[in-house]
């Protein structure tokens, strides 16, 4: 039974930084992970993904400012985001999903469709 649980969220000013952490349990280890987010009256949109192999997909709005790694050993997904706006205040989900062929051929929106998903943290920027 696949299982996410997130962590790290909170309230920041615009410009910190944040660490979202993913403890992943029954997650097949070459299964594809990322992150989607939701503000309030606003759709569902992916801001990254990792597959097994290290291929990672980011939205154009947090390229350059936020970075998505896994840790195997620690079945763990981690989003490190910097440089924070306030625009990026949403609740933050883990999504996982079974392997996509080609490899390679998944991006970042795709996540918000992901079959499995956590409970979400929520991260609050302000200006």
């Known amino acids: 039974q696949v299982q996410l649980v997130e962590s790290g969220g909170g309230s920041v000013q615009a410009g910190g930084s944040l660490t979202l952490s993913c403890a992943a349990s029954?997650?097949?280890?070459?299964?594809?992970m990322g992150w989607f987010r939701q503000a309030p009256g606003k759709e569902r949109e992916g801001v990254a993904l990792?597959?097994?192999?290290?291929?990672?997909s980011y939205a154009d709005s947090v390229k350059g400012r936020f970075t998505i790694s896994q840790d195997n050993a620690k079945n763990t997904l981690y989003l490190q985001m910097n440089s924070l706006k306030p625009e990026d205040t949403a609740m933050y989900y883990c999504?996982?999903?079974?392997?996509?062929?080609?490899?390679?051929?998944?991006?970042?929106?795709?996540?918000?469709?992901?079959?499995?998903r956590g409970q979400g943290t929520q991260v609050t920027v302000s200006s």
């Open positions: 999504a996982a999903d079974s392997p996509f062929h080609p490899p390679g051929t998944v991006v970042a929106d795709d996540v918000t469709d992901f079959d499995y």
């Open positions: 029954g997650v097949p280890y070459n299964y594809c």
């Open positions: 990792i597959e097994h192999d290290g291929y990672t």
